[in-house]
């Protein structure tokens, strides 16, 4: 596959989430933005589903269409898959994931992530004993990632780099070498997951996090391992989003997930 055809990603999301579903729920917070929507032909009346996003990091003082989601159609807003304003993309990629979601093939055959370690760390704890002595490449600063460094090498990358962490452009030198790489599916939303995996076509791939759709056809893009998240409790992943709450949306709001490609 070429480095293009990377970037197909985005029209196939909007394809996977065509749909007649209408937003009902509309959240910017300030770490996670989330939507939910209703299915108006789905065999039962009043089926939900909701989805996430990470929120954009430098979101606009005014919004144009602020006040106004809950009169669309989820079909309205996934063409902005396609824009370079980050806040509509992130509402488009959170309402194509609360689509996706519903009555999902994928995330009912992924099996829930249970140990000891916090919850949003779960996902490398999982993965941990494969790790020793892999050259281990992480996309994403996590809160507590730390806990890792007897266990496992890894160099961290990040947009804003603090401590120990490289910038962004590190990813072009780090990530063709490494045998394993932890993908955060926040890229999504800025548009570098495209290149992140065209770098990472010799690794072993973990795409992870709340703005992952649950797509089977991640396989087609070198992705071995989905982590997502299923939304177990709406009304309080509302109230935590809403009140600016970032890795609180782990405790019991949603829950770490994967699959196996």
């Given at each position: ?58 979101a ?52 829930l ?23 281990v ?60 995996l ?5 690794a072993q ?50 829950s ?6």
């Open positions: 596959m070429t480095p293009e055809r990377y970037s197909a990603v985005y029209s196939l999301i909007e394809q996977r989430a065509q749909s007649r579903a209408k937003i009902t729920d509309a959240l910017l917070g300030l770490s996670w933005s989330s939507i939910q929507v209703n299915h108006p032909d789905a065999a039962q009346p009043l089926q939900t589903s909701s989805g996430l996003c990470f929120s954009p990091s430098e606009p003082r005014n919004i144009s269409w602020s006040g106004s989601l809950c009169e669309k159609l989820a079909n309205d807003v996934l063409p902005w898959l396609h824009q370079w304003n980050d806040s509509e993309v992130v509402v488009a990629l959170a309402t194509a994931n609360a689509v996706i979601s519903h009555n999902n093939k994928s995330l009912k055959n992924s099996q992530i249970v140990n000891d370690a916090p919850a949003n760390l779960c996902v490398f704890e999982h993965f941990a004993p494969q790790l020793s002595g892999a050259n490449a992480i996309i994403g600063r996590y809160p507590g990632l730390e806990r890792y460094k007897s266990q496992f090498n890894y160099t961290c990358i990040e947009r804003r780099p603090s401590g120990d962490d490289l910038p962004a452009a590190a990813a072009n030198f780090v990530l063709p070498k490494a045998d394993w790489v932890f993908i955060t599916a926040s890229s999504l939303a800025n548009k570098s997951l495209p290149q992140l065209w770098l990472a076509r010799d791939v973990v795409l992870m996090g709340p703005s992952l759709p649950w797509l089977e056809d991640w396989a087609d893009f070198g992705v071995n391992y989905l982590c997502g998240v299923a939304v177990n409790n709406y009304p309080l992943l509302h109230q935590i989003v809403a009140q600016g709450g970032g890795t609180r949306i782990f405790d019991q709001a949603v770490y997930r994967l699959l196996t490609l």
